[in-house]
Every structure is written in structure tokens, then in C-alpha cells.
């Protein structure tokens, strides 16, 4: 499983100009389906989280985010 295009130039841009970058799978509220998530201090000193990705697959969002964390400080 990989980022859509879109995600990917967002995780980019939060690479380059966040700081702390994170990324969590979490379960949707109401729904069979989990969020990967990516969560940052801006530049104002804010913390933001971007949703990522949306799956039923599980194992695969998670496989994803240990990879994505395994290169968040690249």
C-alpha cells in the first residue's frame, strides 16, 4: 500500500517545514474503516494532524506508517 499522490506532496511539504512529524492509524468513528494520520508542530508552533489515507486494511495502514516513520526524519 502507498500514499495517493496528493498525501504524498502533503507529507512533502510537512517533512520540510514541520517538526515532531508522528504518524498514527486510528479507528473511524462509525465506520469499518482506519485513518492514517500524520501529526506535526508547525511553523507557528501549533500542533496539526493531516489525515492521510482511509482503508479497511488495517495491517496495511499500519505496515505503511512504520514505514513512513521509519524515513519521517529524512
Known amino acids: 500500500m502507498d500514499l495517493p499522490e ?4 502533503a507529507l512533502e ?12 492509524v486510528a479507528k473511524v468513528c462509525g465506520d469499518a474503516r482506519w485513518r492514517l ?3 506535526y508542530v508547525g511553523r ?7 489525515g ?3 482503508s479497511g486494511d488495517r ?3 499500519e505496515a505503511l ?9 529524512a
Open 13 to 24: 511539504t510537512l517533512r520540510r517545514e514541520g517538526r515532531d512529524v508522528r504518524f498514527e
Open 52 to 54: 492521510l489515507l482511509y
Open 65 to 73: 506508517r512504520d514505514r513512513l516513520a521509519g524515513t519521517a526524519s
Open 6 to 9: 496528493q498525501a504524498a506532496l
Open 44 to 50: 507557528a508552533g501549533d500542533a496539526v494532524r493531516i
Open 59 to 61: 495491517l496495511a495502514l
Open 37 to 39: 494520520s500524520a501529526h
